[in-house]
């Protein structure tokens, strides 16, 4: 039986609304959850790319695995969520809210972090190469073995110890945001 995307979506906010958090696996590509809450849901592994979850609330979500690509979470709230080894890729965050979140492993290729909020956040081997980073914040951030573009390893090393200089000499480091949207490099 194939559904429409409104269907899926009808179908997830109606079981959401009836209690029920597990929804591994789904097929929710393309979908539209704009501003839908749908804290501590479980969508480990589901798909959900080219999804519509700009403003959603999705704290304490399990996206483990999930496919985001190209996904729409702009002013998303992630609080604490677990995207481990979620596919980011192309993926629209500007603004969103990933504290606190694991995102171990998960790739941010080409994907747009502007302004996103990234404290506190586990990030260890996630992958962020060519991914558009002004002016989020990494305050915190475990980003070791984390992937970066050359113009942001400097500073993911200044976040792990302040006191280290940078390759041009300097100790004095960023408040701990990632800024320059020219040249993708901290001044």
Known sequence: MHQSGGEKTQRLLNAYAQGQRRFSHWNLAGCDLRGTCLTDIDLRGACLAGANLQEAHLDRAILAGADLSNANLARASLLDAVLAYAELSGAML???DLSASDLAGAYFMHANLTGATLQ???ATAADFSDATLD???FTCT???EARLDDGYADVAMWLADPDTPTSSGSSSGPSGNLRNSEA???E
């Open 94 to 96: 500007e603004d969103a």
């Open 120 to 122: 506190w956040a586990y």
């Open 135 to 137: 002016g989020a914040d």
């Open 142 to 144: 475990d980003l070791e």
């Open 184 to 186: 993708g490099k901290v």
